[in-house]
């Protein structure tokens, strides 16, 4: 990501209200039955931390990882109001490594960027999670995004066939649509 990318995302989350609301993303809330109560988490591109503080609040040692310094602010805010702790780390995704072998759970929501595909497998624990959730080729219906920013169809299958996947879903609902991925990593 570029500097002008940061200061985007520095200005979207500069204000007291959260931009996607304290609460997780309904696609992980709705699959906390195949979570573990414990481990290691990534939250990646995780903005102001409604999904770090969720995993954090099941027992998760999380990092929520971030851009923006709004963001990550903000996640620690909400942390702590939660009653909770979690790491944020200020980070450009395409500048970053991931370390191998690290976390049980790696969550990504409404952020896409190929490049990391292989630093999340990677990244990934044998038998550990990915919950992915991002936009899906169907939003340009509804939307300005750019078409790089937006998933083909059944891409994230395809993207972890090597993964065993629990549960998937494509939706598109005006005015989103979007694609889901709850799998785990090969032992």
């Known amino acids: 990501m570029s500097l002008k990318d940061k200061e985007k995302w520095n200005r979207k989350y500069d204000s007291q209200e959260y931009v996607n609301g304290k609460g997780p993303s309904g696609w992980l809330e709705d699959n906390v039955d195949l979570l573990s109560s414990s481990g290691k988490a990534l939250d990646l591109a995780g903005g102001e931390g409604r999904n770090s503080v ?36 200020l980070a450009d995704l395409n ?4 370390p191998e072998n690290e976390y049980d759970l790696v969550m990504c929501f409404n952020f896409l960027d190929r490049n990391l595909f292989s630093g999340i497998r990677k990244t990934i624990k044998p038998g550990g999670l990915l919950v992915y959730e991002t936009f899906t080729m169907d939003y340009l219906k509804y939307s300005t995004f750019k ?41």
């Open 54 to 89: 969720y995993a954090a609040g099941r027992g998760y040692q999380v990092t929520c990882m971030d851009i923006s310094e709004n963001g990550l602010q903000k996640a620690e805010a909400l942390a702590k109001e939660k009653n909770t702790t979690i790491t944020t780390l």
């Open 147 to 187: 078409k790089e920013w937006v998933l083909e169809v059944n891409e994230l299958l395809r993207t972890f066939s090597d993964f065993r996947v629990l549960r998937y879903r494509e939706v598109d609902e005006d005015p989103r649509a979007f694609a889901s991925l709850l799998a785990q990593k090969p032992y």
């Open 95 to 98: 500048k970053n490594s991931l």
